[in-house]
Structures are given as structure tokens and as C-alpha cells.
């Protein structure tokens, strides 16, 4: 698992208060990791064991998991209507 640097959070979170936007967060909290080579899955688990640690950024860190999880399948060639159905789905749940 990968190791946040939380002191570079912080930082770095403080620098975007004012102009806070989704691709900017997800960059923060990726770069915040010590990573030596990425790998989705284990950075994921990571995340997910963030929220965990430190539960008043665990909003930041599940959008970012949920974020890669999109991204990730979509590269595997999961079609964007099956993606869409699977929401729809959770949803109902």
C-alpha cells in the first residue's frame, strides 16, 4: 500500500482553498502519496484506508477512488452505457 504524505495534503489543499475544483483535489490527493510505481488497484486500497486515518477528508479520498475505479475501467473498454446501467443500478439498491 501506498503512503500518504499528510503534511503535503494539507499543504497542498490550502493552496487551492480559494479556487477548489474537482481536478485539482484528485491531483492533490494522488500527489500526496509516496509512489514508487503506480499501480490502480493498490492505490484504491490506499485511499480507501485513508478515509479510515483520517475521516474528515474522507470525502476527498472516496470521490478520488471512485474517480480512478471510472477512469480505470473505462481504459479496460467497459463501455460508458454499461457503466451507466451499473449506477442505475446501485442506485435501486
Given amino acids: 500500500m ?6 503535503l495534503f494539507i499543504k497542498e489543499l490550502q493552496m487551492i482553498k480559494d479556487n477548489f475544483i474537482k481536478e485539482s483535489l484528485i491531483t492533490i490527493v494522488i500527489s500526496s502519496f509516496q509512489v514508487d510505481k503506480f499501480n490502480v488497484g493498490e492505490m484504491i486500497k490506499s485511499l480507501l484506508n485513508c478515509k479510515k486515518d483520517y475521516p474528515y477528508y474522507k470525502d476527498y479520498f472516496e470521490f478520488t477512488a471512485l474517480f480512478l475505479t471510472f477512469k480505470h475501467l473505462l481504459k479496460q473498454g467497459v463501455k460508458l452505457e454499461e457503466l451507466s446501467t451499473c449506477k442505475e443500478n446501485m442506485m435501486s439498491t
Fill in 2 to 7: 501506498y503512503k500518504l504524505n499528510y503534511e
